[in-house]
């Protein structure tokens, strides 16, 4: 259970950069622990890239319902590799039927369409965030441009 997750923004006006930063506290030890394995547990020291990582998984969980922890994972299927490997045709096959309520149909498809892209974009983004090498991960605040253009889609 996420207990909160909330994004703050501040800017440093000695040196004009703006920073973004996530809180969030999670209550699953075993979820907790795993997360840290995969990044922490190879000898790699604490850092933001870490946090994405985690960041991205949690993306992918609330898209697919699923855990890390879950049976159908392995050392050869992963969270992330089994949602890399939906994008974007398979996305209606992994996403959570709990978020696909039914919607207001229209003659001309234009609202599922527009459902169906907000999906791929948002397991694009988990899939980013959480992708094995540090260095290829996507920055947090590219991440919350993206979620927020996903929100701007809905208004």
Do not use: Q, W
Request: hydrophobic letters at 40%; glycine letters at 6%; aromatic letters at 8%.
């Amino acid at each position: 259970m996420i207990n909160e997750l909330k994004f703050d923004t501040c800017t440093n006006t000695h040196t004009h950069t703006h920073t973004t930063h996530i809180r969030l506290f999670i209550f699953f030890p075993k979820l907790l622990m795993l997360l840290f394995e995969k990044e922490y547990g190879t000898g790699v020291p604490v850092s933001p890239h870490g946090d994405i990582y985690s960041f991205g998984i949690l993306l992918l969980e609330m898209l697919t319902g699923k855990r890390p922890t879950d049976n159908m994972f392995s050392e050869s299927l992963s969270l992330h590799e089994f949602c890399k490997m939906k994008i974007p045709e398979g996305i209606l096959e992994i996403v959570d039927s709990h978020l696909l309520l039914p919607f207001a149909e229209d003659d001309t498809g234009i609202v599922e369409n527009k459902i169906r892209n907000c999906l791929v974009m948002f397991a694009a983004i988990g899939v980013a965030c959480s992708e094995e090498s540090p260095a290829h991960r996507m920055l947090i605040k590219d991440a919350i441009a993206n979620l927020n253009e996903i929100k701007s889609m809905f208004p």
